[in-house]
Structure formats: C-alpha cells, structure tokens
C-alpha cells in the first residue's frame, strides 16, 4: 500500500506533458500532398467543434487563425452555457462568438500540481501546452490529472486563499 501511495503522489512533481497524448488530439489536421506541411482545420461553428471533439475523443478545440497562431479555446463547457444554456442555433453561430479567446498557456515543464493548482484557482478546466518556441504542444485537462492530484492542489488553493485573506 506504501508504495502505491508514493507511486501515486509522485506523479504530482511530473511534467505535465508526460501525461498528455503526444499528437495533437485537439486539432483536426491533413497533409497537403504539394508540400507536405500539416493544415490545420478549423472548426466555424459550434456544431463542428462538437463534432470535432467527438471524433477526437477530447473535451476542448483550439482555434487557430491562417497563420497558424492559436486564438482561442472551445470547451464542453462553453458549448453548454454559451450555445445550449441560451438556445443559439449551434450551425449559424461562429466559433469566434463562444471561444475563450488567448487562453493561459503553460510550459511543458509545469508540473501536474501546479497545472492543477493554476486551473483551480483561475476557474478554468483546460491550459494549453506551448513549447519555448511558442509552438502548442497539447492541451492539459483537469481529467488529465489524479484525484490525489486534484486533492493536493486543492489543498494549496485553500493554503493560498487563507495566506491571502490574512494579508488583506
């Protein structure tokens, strides 16, 4: 059990691309046979950024513009109280209209606790991975992460919200 218990929190000072699929799950891409460079396509309604996200099996889309540059982010959530919650027809909706535009992004050296630690208390549920050249590598989902994980970063959130309140 002892050591079930230091495999699991172990895991809280990994990076957290180590727990990410090493593809792009959240892009749809295709290979353009002229130049073999990868295009990214991008969803233009909520609809196809559902659909997008069935098929990738993930629970976010990052939208990117021509130049390859990521804008923003569609989530499950935002699809649910931003399209459905208030009835817009989910095929004549932009994308633009419902994204969380310039999410936060981490570094692929963050650890998971403080991915965790970063979502809990910014109330978001997905950070974008980007590289030190400003590539996006992955995105990191709280799902992503262990419920210990879950609980020690919780435990940190309520850390610094007392050390905070203290101050004031």
Same mark, same amino acid.
């Given at each position: 059990?002892?050591?079930? #218990? ?11 691309? $180590?727990? +990410?699929?090493?593809?792009?799950? #959240?892009?749809?891409?295709d290979?353009?046979?002229? =130049?073999?460079?990868?295009i ?19 629970? !976010?889309?990052? /939208?990117?513009? =021509?130049?390859?540059?990521? $804008? @923003? /982010?569609? =989530?499950e $959530? ?25 999410p936060?992004?981490? @570094? ?7 991915? +965790?630690?970063i979502?809990?208390? $910014? ?5 974008? /991975?980007? !590289?030190?050249? @400003?590539? +996006?590598? @992955?995105?990191?989902?709280? !799902? ?5 994980? +879950? ?7 309520e850390?610094?919200?007392?050390? #905070?309140?203290?101050?004031?």
């Open positions: 059990m002892q050591k079930y #218990f230091q495999k699991l929190i172990s895991h809280l000072d990994k990076p957290i691309i $180590r727990l +990410i699929f090493k593809s792009n799950p #959240f892009l749809e891409t290979h353009d046979r002229a =130049t073999g460079f990868k990214y396509v991008n969803p233009v309604c909520p609809q196809s950024a559902a659909c997008l996200m069935t098929k990738t099996n993930s629970s !976010s889309v990052l /939208i990117f513009d =021509t130049t390859g540059q990521m $804008r @923003g /982010i569609v =989530t $959530r935002d699809l649910m109280t931003k399209v459905l919650a208030k009835a817009l027809d989910p095929k004549t909706t932009t994308v633009s209209q419902v994204m969380t535009p310039n936060q992004c981490v @570094g692929p050296d963050t650890t998971v606790s403080e991915a +965790i630690l979502m809990i208390e $910014r109330g978001f549920r997905h950070l974008p /991975i980007k !590289s030190k050249d @400003g590539h +996006i590598t @992955g995105v990191f989902s709280s !799902s992503d992460a262990l419920p210990k994980e +879950i609980d020690v970063a919780m435990t940190m959130a850390f610094h919200r007392q050390a #905070f309140d203290s101050k004031v």
